[in-house]
Nanobody, 124 residues
Framework: QVQLVESGGGLVQAGGSLRLSCAAS????????MGWFRQAPGKEREFVAF????????HYRDSVKGRFTISRDNAKNTVLLQMNSLKPEDTAIYYC?????????????????WGQGTQVTVSS
């Protein structure tokens, strides 16, 4: 069992930056693939990025490539999402998720544990 708690969201102007953090409790954090997802009002939850257990593999949705960076610190049981050059269309609730089965999937249904989410609002 893994509990996930996100933080770092807020209100920022377009072009600004935010860093989201996800703190994990529970054992074997380093064995999980970790992902970030987001959900805007009236839209389905969508994949943002994932990172493998040893940080050797990362993957991003096209619209955030070059602007967002996912990283993890297994010693601190933390996964981060650095978001730069933010756009109004990045506005959403951002969720951290853990995949224990290494599905390397962009599908939210493949993830086993979820945080409660943190709101990111980008003003134009």
């Amino acid at each position: 069992q893994v509990q996930l708690v996100e933080s770092g969201g807020g209100l920022v102007q377009a072009g600004g930056s935010l860093r989201l953090s996800c703190a994990a409790s529970g054992r074997f954090f380093s064995n999980y693939m970790m992902g970030w997802f987001r959900q805007a009002p009236g839209k389905e939850r969508e994949f943002v990025a994932f990172i493998g257990p040893r940080s050797l593999n990362t993957h991003y949705r096209d619209s955030v490539k070059g602007r967002f960076t996912i990283s993890r610190d297994n010693a601190k049981n933390t996964v981060l999402l650095q978001m730069n050059s933010l756009k109004p269309e990045d506005t959403a609730i951002y969720y951290c998720a853990a995949d224990r089965d290494f599905t390397w999937s962009r599908n939210p249904d493949a993830y086993d544990y979820w945080g409660q989410g943190t709101q990111v609002t980008v003003s134009s």
